[in-house]
């Protein structure tokens, strides 16, 4: 008996599913058309952030193959994008790559931090508002940095630019088997060099990598000097990292109808940002645009394609530098305006949609974009949006607290019903919402449709009481929730409130 026990076949684990023929064959189409179309966005958002085109290739390569392995939503594209070019450029254009790149690995131990400390919980919190501000601030961010590579150049590169632009908004509406920005890319290339037209190319902006990356340490003072100015940029960088990445995220689960860990894929980002800094690449975080190619265009759905667009992605600029040197500057700035144009949320600008929108949302989105615009800094942007929303909120709420009476039958007992949420705002008006001086002598508050949230609401009712008191009559509190009842008994006559 124990030799059949011992020759019975041992359960199987069960085989990855990417490992099937049709998936496989998915997965692998979709990392090349994806790494296809990170090349060109990877260079922009290089020049974008004010460092060479190899800083924002690496990070892409890099970014890509770790968030394979560490990140919490599978089929979810990351790399170096314009979001965290914004928040570096000032750092790299006044103090250099080597401070870009310390501060990208500070970065990634805050957003680890974060993670620890269960941020992707607090994205909740973030009404829509906020988020349409930061896309459209966002968008008008990325349109105004492409202006400068239109000053001051040849009248070539204006048409050039209105070629591209057409192709990209012409092709997709012929087929979208290959993607719109490489073939403007490769037209405007094969132009170009076939006319010999003396236009600004990439391989102007700087040298493309001929190599492989190599790991090694910034090369910058270790000092607390060093530490208080990279750490605002560091802390930029996390914040905005995880924001789009979260927002990205979500975005992959509704469309694939699958749940993800947020939380894991906050601690990857950062794993992500810390091998990307090791390499001297520019740190990065989701890409909306490219993963809606991965997932919603390439129908992939496992961590293979994001793998393979890192790979693929390092072949073809190692292996084809020269022809990507060649690549004008007209073609990239294309690219990058309708990555504006296309991120811009119009549809929460259009006259129809401000009309309906009650005053205080449009008030926080403006706010945001805003603030963003001045400071230059996607972060502080969100976190002042945040601020007045909660405000908005505040004072919307602050007046919906009603409060209604009747006299018993007797008439010898006056019965208060409040109704709403009383917190720090909407607990003020409470007080002068009582009759103290032709009431009657017993008074009952009945708080079956209200709830206490904090120590305000708890001192408006001690004062309420008071002032009854004041006149020799006596004051019921009744049909307290369990919540309202615990805080209101914990700290009811303690808050020193004498009138």
Known sequence: MSSVLSAAPRPRLPRPSWLSPRVLRTEVLAGLVVALALIPEAISFSILAGVDPRVGLFASFTMAVTIAICGGRPAMISAATGAVALVVAPLAKEHGLDHLVAAVILGGAIQILLAVLGVAKLMRFIPR??????????????????????????????????????????????????????????????????????????????????????????????????????????????????????????????????????????????????????????????????????????????????????????????????????????????????????????????????????????VVMVTTVVTTLATHNLAVGVVVGVLTAMVVFARRVAHLVEVTSVLDPEGTTRIYSVHGELFFASSNDLVGRFDYANDPDSVVIDMTHAHVWDASSVAALDAVTTRYAARGKTVEIVELNRPSAHIHGTLAGRLGVGH
């Open 129 to 362: 508002s906020v988020m349409v501000g930061f896309v459209n601030a966002l968008a008008i961010l990325i349109f105004v940095a492409q202006v400068p590579h239109l000053l001051g150049v040849p009248w070539l590169v204006y048409p050039l630019v209105a070629v591209a632009l057409a192709i990209m908004v012409g092709l997709p509406r012929l087929t979208r088997a290959v993607p719109a920005p490489l073939v403007a890319i490769v037209v405007l290339t094969v132009v170009t060099v076939t006319t010999h037209a003396a236009v600004p190319t990439v391989g102007d902006e700087g040298a493309l990598p001929d190599s492989l990356p190599t790991l090694g340490l910034p090369q910058i003072p270790w000092t607390m000097d060093t530490l208080t100015l990279i750490a605002p940029y560091a802390l930029g960088i996390a914040l905005v990292g995880l924001m789009e990445s979260l927002m990205t995220a979500k975005l992959v689960d509704d469309i694939t109808d699958t749940p993800s860990s947020k939380t894991r894929e906050s601690w990857g980002q950062g794993v992500a940002n810390i091998v990307t800094g090791f390499f001297g690449g520019m740190g990065g975080c989701a890409m909306i645009g490219q993963t809606m190619i991965n997932v919603k265009a390439s129908g992939a759905r496992t961590r293979l394609s994001t793998f393979l667009a890192g790979v693929f992605l390092l072949i073809l600029v190692v292996a084809l530098g020269d022809v990507v040197a060649v690549i004008p500057m007209a073609a990239l700035v294309a690219v990058m305006v309708i990555v504006a144009v296309s991120t811009f949320d119009w549809h929460s600008v259009a006259p129809a949609t401000l009309r309906r929108m009650p005053y205080g949302e449009t």
